[in-house]
Each structure stands twice: as C-alpha cells, then as structure tokens.
C-alpha cells in the first residue's frame, strides 16, 4: 500500500488530494474526517472515503499564503470517540 500525494490546492493553503495506489486494506470509519489535528490558528484534517485516504486539509486562520506545513509536535491530534457498530 502506498498512498501519493496527486495535486495541490491551487489558493496556496497546503491541503493535499491523495491517491492510494495497489491493493490495500480499507479503514471502517462512518464519518469523512476520522482524524484532525490542531494548533496554533490552523487543523489538519484527514478525509477518508471509502475506506481510503483521499486528503490532507490544512485549515488556517490567517492570510498567510504559501502556507507552511506544521510540524508535528506543534499539534494536538483529536480523534472522534470510538462508536460501536451493531
């Protein structure tokens, strides 16, 4: 499994459209976002569809444009409460 990264968002925000290519396994996930990640003015979201990665969204709250991927460790990863699927 790999996943590349396909195009860029053309207003200069960072956010990523994802291609994952060859067989893989799918993730169970009932919403689009499964995972964010926040800091200091911006999110980074991941939206999974149909089981697979399709983006990286960088969402900032300022003008700043290019915008500079965040590192890491300056995030707080939020993840939804897990559900139980009867």
């Known amino acids: 499994m790999l996943a590349e ?16 290519a060859g067989k893989s396994a799918r993730a169970t996930c009932r919403e689009p976002v499964p995972i964010e990640a926040h800091g200091a003015g911006i999110q980074v979201l991941l939206f999974v569809r149909r089981g697979l990665l399709t983006s990286l969204e960088i969402v900032d709250y300022g003008d700043a444009r290019p915008l500079a991927y965040p590192l890491p460790e300056n995030l707080n990863l939020w993840l939804p409460p897990m559900v139980q699927i009867d």
Do not use: H, K, P
């Open 5 to 20: 990264a396909v195009a860029l968002c053309e207003c200069g925000c960072g956010t990523i459209r994802m291609r994952v």
